[in-house]
C-alpha cells in the first residue's frame, strides 16, 4: 500500500462525538488525500493537501475538517459525527513524479 | 465540471473470454485518465494510466485500455479473464490544469465465472 497506513481501521462512534482518522505517510510525499467510499458514489473527495498546512476542499468537505502540522501526518476530523458520515474513508498520495494516486488500506467507520 | 461515468454495474464474463469494463468522461481540457482496481476489503491498486501518446495503453496483471478522444471513452481489457480478476473497477479522470481533483466513477463490479 506504498507506505501508508491509516488508523484506527476500524471504529464505531455515537452520533454528536468527535472523531479523528490518521493518515500516516513514510516517504514524505507533497500530496495527500481524504476520499470517501460509498455504494453507488465512487470514491469523492472530502479534502486533500499540498503541503504543510496547505489543505483545500473537495466535493463533499462540509462536516469534515483536517489539518496536517507535518508532512507525513494528514488527520481527518468529524467534529460532530453524524449517521450520513457511516462510510470507508481511503487517504491517498500522489508522488512528484507520478500522475496516479497511490491508495492506504482504509478506515471502516460506523456511527450509530 | 469533469465526470466519470461507469455504464454498467455488473460485468460477468467466463474464465478465458475476453473482458471489457466501459469508461466514459467528460472534461473541458485535455484528460489524465485512469484505471484501479478494488479487492474485497483492500485499498484501490493502480492499474494503468493515459497521460499522452498511444492511445492503447498497457498495465498490470495483462490490462490494457484504449483513450478514444471522439468518443470520451476509455474502456478497460484483458484478452483471456482470470477468476482471480473478479473485484470493483474503478474509472478516474484528472483534468490536466484543473489542480488536483481527481473524479471517480461509480465502479464496475467484474465476475469472472470458472
Not at chain 1, 87 to 102: G, L, M, N, R
Request: neutral net charge; contains cysteine; proline residues 5%.
Amino acid at each position: 500500500d506504498a507506505g501508508i497506513t491509516q488508523s484506527p481501521r476500524h471504529k464505531v462512534t455515537e452520533t454528536g462525538t468527535p472523531v479523528t482518522l490518521r493518515c500516516h505517510q513514510t516517504e514524505n510525499h507533497r500530496y495527500m488525500y481524504w476520499y470517501r467510499q460509498d455504494p453507488g458514489h465512487g470514491l469523492r473527495l472530502i479534502h486533500y493537501s499540498y503541503g504543510v498546512k496547505d489543505t483545500d476542499k473537495g466535493e463533499v468537505s462540509d462536516g469534515y475538517s483536517v489539518s496536517r502540522s507535518k508532512t507525513e501526518d494528514f488527520l481527518l476530523t468529524l467534529e460532530s459525527a453524524t449517521s450520513s458520515q457511516t462510510s470507508v474513508y481511503f487517504c491517498a498520495i500522489k508522488t512528484p513524479s507520478s500522475y496516479e494516486q497511490y491508495f492506504g488500506p482504509g478506515t471502516r467507520l460506523t456511527v450509530t | 465540471a469533469q465526470s466519470v461515468a461507469q455504464p454498467e454495474d455488473q460485468v460477468n464474463v467466463a474464465e478465458g473470454n475476453p473482458l471489457t469494463v466501459k469508461c466514459t468522461y467528460s472534461v473541458s481540457g485535455n484528460p489524465y485518465l485512469f484505471w484501479y482496481v478494488q479487492y474485497p476489503n483492500r485499498g484501490l491498486q493502480f492499474l494503468l494510466k493515459y497521460i499522452t501518446g498511444d492511445n492503447l495503453v498497457k498495465g498490470s496483471y495483462g490490462f490494457e485500455a484504449e483513450f478514444n478522444k471522439s468518443q470520451t471513452s476509455f474502456h478497460l481489457k484483458k484478452p483471456s479473464a482470470l477468476v482471480s480478476d473478479s473485484a470493483l473497477y474503478f474509472c478516474a479522470v484528472r483534468e490536466d490544469n484543473y489542480g488536483q481533483n481527481f473524479v471517480f466513477g461509480p465502479g464496475t463490479r467484474l465476475s469472472v465465472l470458472p
